[in-house]
Structures are given as structure tokens and as C-alpha cells.
DNA sequence: ATTTTTATTTTTCAGTCGATAAATAACGCC
DNA sequence: GGCGTTATTTATCGACTGAAAAATAAAAAT
């Protein structure tokens, strides 16, 4: 059975676009729509938001899992800001404003319904993609976070033990589930999220002062 | 075509339970089987773990979102433990020791894959039982905690402002974002749990202080 | 203008999906 | 032992799935 159209519609014009324009199109549109719908939609679901019948996907794409892959492949990667690192080291200001400008930077990109619901589903997956991002964020980010605020204290640098990662991690999720309850969860939030990230990086610096007693 | 069965296998003997062994059977095993394999996956694939064919699904729930339904309210309402609410308001005990006791019994029922992977499955399909779960949250067990932290600090109790709420999410998500670690991405996460839950626990009261100034 | 190339659609396939109706057999009762 | 109840299986439906193959038409090349 061929892929409905309502009756009187005449066939769609055929907009032949370079193939490399084309693609590009598709993978963009394709984490509009997986993001929304899941990975478990319809590629007819897909080309039908695209205009474009299905297999033309498979001109581009040697299977919905390739596609997925590409998917993964631009959110996480392309989406990830390599001056972050940089940022947080920049041992010329006070920790605290280093970290409140991490944050702000960092939620500005992460906090959007498409990425938060592609992260979340592909956990929900496994794909390796996802472990490999966890580890990015802990070696980049939270193990310099944490030899940042040894510096800051006078103490030697070694190796950041591990309760203090997890300490850093606790602050870090508390961040990202501000954005899940937010763009997921869909539940009022307070408007403010550079006052919430300045709580959340106060109190960790606090906590971890505290911490070593 | 009949649900194949390799060859030479024997018709499968009939155990014949009581309709309501057999009810909840179903429902126990299908949280395990959604919670794993997400809400997307085929009657037919429980219905194979279960040792059963699935038409027999369909004696006991009307449709696949019925049952799906159950599954939400086994998770959500059956292991909520109205004493949790309680707990937090025993004023003969520091308020850093209700929390520590809190978060650990809350967390000894929440973090298991089962749990989490349904929660997250259900956040991202949107249902409205995730939304009324999160107000359970603020108001039993949120609210409650800053109206406390007040208290001890010999402030007037009124209402809970919503930065002090919002600060409560951050710790609560920062707790629960461990859990999400651990048991959904899998990464090796700090053993020791209730070290974690203390460190969170106070970072939180001492934040909580200086956000007061 | 004709040919070549290739982006796009049409058609089709073999599985899988949720769900229904009818056939079967295990158990309780007398 | 025979009978009735009902838990369970068999068979089947129509819609949908990812994917391949072939037909078509728009653009580029000559």
C-alpha cells in the first residue's frame, strides 16, 4: 500500500535540493522531531514532518540507527564549547566567578527541551555516546573544579579524591535537575537561574571547605 | 501466522492461577519488563517473559496503557511511605539528622534501576502521575524542610519563599542525580552513599544560613 | 537539444504491533 | 465420573514498521 495522501492532493513537487544541504537539513530536523517524539518514532513520522517521502532517509542514512548516530553526534558533540576548560581554570579570578560563568555558559547551551530530552532518552538507552559525555564532564570539568578550589585553598595538588568529585557531582546535578524540572517536568520553576546557580556554587564551595574540616 | 514456537517443543502446559495471583503476577513482572525495555516494547516481549501468550494480557487489562497505568501507580503511590513526612517534622532531633535519616530512607526505596528507569520512562512521556509525584515532593517533603530549617534558626514561620524551595530542589536533584548515575548511566559512582547524603545534607543547611545572610 | 546523472517518489516486502473472537483444557463442584 | 466455569491458547485482523528495488523527473553536462 503506498503511503496515503489525501485524495484530491496532487503529487508533491519535487524540490531537488544538493545532497549535501539536503542531509544536513534532515539531521537537524531529525533531533527536532526525535528529541519530541523519541527514538522509537516512525521514520514515516520523520519524513512526514520533512515533506519527503521515507525512503528518500535511506538515500541518506544506511539505517535509522545511522541516523540516530548522527543525532547523538551533533547534540553532544558539536554542542560542547572546548573554552569551557579554560574557563575554569583561569586561576586570575576568584573560583566562585569562574564557576558562576561556567554555569551560566554551560546551562545556556544544555538547557533547551532538545538537548535535556536527546540526553535523556539516549541514557535511557545506553549508547556509549552518553558514558563517554559523563567521563568529558567529570575529566573537563568537575576534577578541575575540584583542584581549582584546592588551589584556591592553599592545599597541595594531587589527584582529586574521589569524595570530592561526588561532592562536586552533587552540586553539578543539582544544576542539570533544575533543567530537567523545568524543560521535562514542565513544573513552574523560580524564573531566576543565575540565582540558583550562584546558591548552588556558593554553597558547594562552603560545603567543601566544611568538608575538610 | 500463529507466535512461533521452535519446532519440537511440547504445547506449552497450562498453569492455571486464580485470576487475581495471576493479576498481580502480571503487574510485578511488568514493571520489571517496561522499567528494563521502556514503555515502547511489545505486549508480546512481556508476554514471553512472563511465560504466557499474550491474548492472556488482554483477560486482565483492557489495553496496553491500562496496564502501563498499574505499572505507574505499583511505582509511584505503593512505595511512598507516608512516615517520611513525618520524619522530617520531629523537632526533638537537629535537623541535619532528620534529613541524613530522610535521604537515606528515601533513597533505600528509590534507588533501584526499576524505580528510576520508570520514573524517567514516564517523566519523558509526560504523564500526568510524574507531575502530581514532583508536587508530592515539594509539598510533603520540600516545603516542609525549608519551614523547618526556619524553625531552627528562630525565624518566623510564614510561607516558604521560592528561592529557599527552589535551593531545597537543587540538593534533593543533587541526591537524586547520584542515584541517576549510578543506576541508569552506570558510571562507577562513590560506594559510600551516606557520606554523600551528609555532604549534601550539610552544604544545604550552612547554604540555606548564608543565603540568609 | 540530447544525454547523463542523481535526487526523489512509487511500489512492495517481510515483520511486528495492539487487539479481538473463537477454540481448548484445567480446575472446582456435584 | 461427568458437568460447568473460566483461565489459557490458537488463529487472525488491520495498521504500522524498517528497508530494498524499481520507476520517475529535475537538474547538470555535452
Known amino acids: 500500500m503506498k503511503d496515503e495522501r489525501p485524495e484530491g492532493?496532487?503529487?508533491?513537487?519535487?524540490?531537488?535540493?544538493?545532497?549535501?544541504?539536503?542531509?544536513?537539513?534532515?539531521?537537524?530536523r531529525a533531533v527536532e522531531f526525535f528529541a519530541e517524539e523519541g527514538f522509537e518514532s516512525s521514520t514515516?513520522?520523520?519524513?512526514?514532518?520533512?515533506?519527503?517521502?521515507?525512503?528518500?532517509?535511506?538515500?541518506?542514512?544506511?539505517?535509522?540507527?545511522?541516523l540516530?548516530?548522527?543525532?547523538?553526534?551533533?547534540?553532544?558533540?558539536?554542542?560542547?564549547?572546548?573554552?569551557?576548560?579554560?574557563?575554569?581554570?583561569?586561576?586570575?579570578?576568584p573560583l566562585a566567578d569562574r564557576l558562576n560563568e561556567f554555569y551560566n555558559a554551560y546551562t545556556e547551551v544544555i538547557f533547551n527541551r532538545e538537548w535535556m530530552r536527546i540526553y535523556l532518552f539516549s541514557g535511557l538507552k545506553g549508547v556509549d555516546i552518553n558514558r563517554r559525555y559523563m567521563q568529558l564532564v567529570r575529566q573537563?570539568?568537575?576534577?578541575?573544579?575540584?583542584?581549582?578550589?584546592?588551589?584556591?585553598?592553599?592545599?597541595p595538588e594531587a589527584v582529586p579524591r574521589d569524595d570530592e568529585v561526588e561532592f562536586a557531582w552533587v552540586m553539578h546535578g543539582?544544576?542539570?535537575?533544575?533543567?530537567?524540572?523545568?524543560?521535562?517536568?514542565?513544573?513552574c520553576v523560580s524564573a531566576d537561574k543565575q540565582q540558583?546557580?550562584?546558591?548552588?556554587?556558593?554553597?558547594?564551595?562552603?560545603?567543601?571547605?566544611?568538608?575538610?574540616g
Do not use: C
Request: proline share 6%; aromatic share 12%.
Open 68 to 93: 540516530i548516530h548522527e543525532v547523538y553526534e551533533t547534540v553532544y558533540v558539536n554542542r560542547w564549547r572546548p573554552e569551557w576548560a579554560g574557563l575554569i581554570g583561569d586561576r586570575s579570578r
Open 174 to 187: 543539582g544544576i542539570f535537575y533544575y533543567g530537567v524540572r523545568d524543560l521535562i517536568y514542565e513544573s
Open 196 to 212: 540558583v546557580i550562584a546558591d548552588a556554587v556558593a554553597a558547594f564551595l562552603h560545603g567543601l571547605a566544611l568538608k575538610r
Open 140 to 155: 573537563r570539568i568537575l576534577e578541575p573544579i575540584v583542584m581549582e578550589a584546592r588551589a584556591e585553598a592553599g592545599l
Open 9 to 28: 492532493t496532487p503529487a508533491p513537487r519535487r524540490r531537488r535540493l544538493p545532497s549535501d544541504e539536503r542531509r544536513r537539513e534532515f539531521v537537524t
Open 44 to 66: 514515516r513520522g520523520l519524513a512526514k514532518r520533512l515533506g519527503v517521502t521515507q525512503p528518500l532517509l535511506y538515500r541518506y542514512f544506511p539505517s535509522k540507527e545511522d
